[in-house]
Nanobody
Framework: QVRLVESGGGSVQAGGSLRLACIAN????????MAWFRQDAGKEREGVAA???????TYLDSVKGRFTISRDSAKNSVYLQMDNLKPEDTATYYC???????????????WGRGTQVTVPA
């Protein structure tokens, strides 16, 4: 199995930036599709960004132009650069991975524990 560990969360004022990182650890050499999700209190988990076949990114409409997903395959890591953060971006952000690609649907088999992002109004 693979274990995912997120980092980079924190509290930042509106308009600020954060960069999240997700490192995949395990004994497998399998390359996984990876994605970012978020969930705030009282809301459903939603897909934020994903890297699919050929490295093509997919984004939640509300973060387009502000968030950028990238991957370092050699390090088996995925990143989420978040710029111009807004209060509505406040949530716990989760890294997800799977041998199959699910886009922004929360069907991935492996999940990190999450990292908190807070943007006060």
């Amino acid at each position: 199995q693979v274990r995912l560990v997120e980092s980079g969360g924190g509290s930042v004022q509106a308009g600020g930036s954060l960069r999240l990182a997700c490192i995949a650890n395990g004994y497998t050499s399998t390359t996984y599709y990876m994605a970012w999700f978020r969930q705030d209190a009282g809301k459903e988990r939603e897909g934020v960004a994903a890297l699919g076949p050929a490295g093509r990114p997919t984004y939640l409409d509300s973060v387009k132009g502000r968030f950028t997903i990238s991957r370092d395959s050699a390090k088996n890591s995925v990143y989420l650069q978040m710029d111009n953060l807004k209060p509505e971006d406040t949530a716990t952000y989760y890294c997800a991975a799977d041998e199959r690609f699910y886009g922004l649907l929360p069907a991935y088999d492996y999940w990190g524990r999450g990292t908190q992002v807070t943007v006060p109004a």
